[in-house]
Structures are given as C-alpha cells and as structure tokens.
C-alpha cells in the first residue's frame, strides 16, 4: 500500500508559478513510476505528465510542454511539479499518482494508487 499527499496547490495569476509536492509512503518508492494528473471542473481527469524510476524518462503532454517540469528525489520520496507561465486553462484538481509506466500512463488503466488531490486555480 501506498499514501501519496499533495501540497503546494493555491490561487496565482495568469503567467505566474507553483510547485506541487507529492510525498509519498513506503521503502520502494525509487521503484515506481509516478505522475500527475488534473481534473477541471466538469472534466474528466487527465494525463499531465510522468516520470520513471530513476528520474531519466519523462512524457508531457502537448499542452504543458515547455512550461511544466516533473522531477522527484527519491532520498525523499518525493516527486515535484514545477509549473510556470500558467494560464487559466491550467486550473484544476491536481493528482499525484504511482503509475505503471512513465510513457503516457492512462487514466483508467495505468494507475494503481491516487492522492487526494491539490486545488490550482489560475486567474486571469
């Protein structure tokens, strides 16, 4: 069993920054592959990006690219997302979630354990 939980979730303005946390239980976290996910308001939750075990692999989807980076600490059981130049469109629930693989992990079938989620909401 795993618990992730979420932090560093708020309101900013269009063009500002967040980083998101997600700390993470257990001894094996550096063997998981881990992601974020979002949900908008009447929404169904998305893909937003992944990373592998060691840190070296990484899939975004089109609409974060070049603004949004995942990164993790593993001495820490931890995964980030740094995301910048937000825009509205970018608020949402964010999930933190152990998934089986990196690449483009889906939402139905390629997660085994979900967080609780962090708000992000971007004014214009």
């Known amino acids: 069993q795993v618990q992730l939980v979420e932090s560093g979730g708020g309101l900013v303005q269009a063009g500002g920054s967040l980083r998101l946390t997600c700390a993470a239980s257990?001894?094996?976290?550096?063997?998981?592959?881990m992601g974020w996910f979002r949900q908008a308001p009447g929404k169904e939750r998305k893909f937003v990006t992944a990373i592998n075990w060691s840190g070296y692999m990484t899939s975004y989807t089109d609409s974060v690219k070049g603004r949004f980076t995942i990164s993790r600490d593993n001495a820490k059981n931890t995964v980030y997302l740094q995301m910048n130049s937000l825009k509205p469109e970018d608020t949402a629930v964010y999930y933190c979630?152990?998934?089986?693989?990196?690449?483009?992990?889906?939402?139905?079938?390629?997660?085994?354990?979900w967080g609780q989620g962090t708000q992000v909401t971007v004014s214009s």
């Open positions: 979630a152990v998934v089986r693989s990196y690449y483009y992990p889906s939402t139905s079938s390629g997660v085994d354990y």
């Open positions: 257990g001894r094996t976290f550096s063997s998981y592959a």
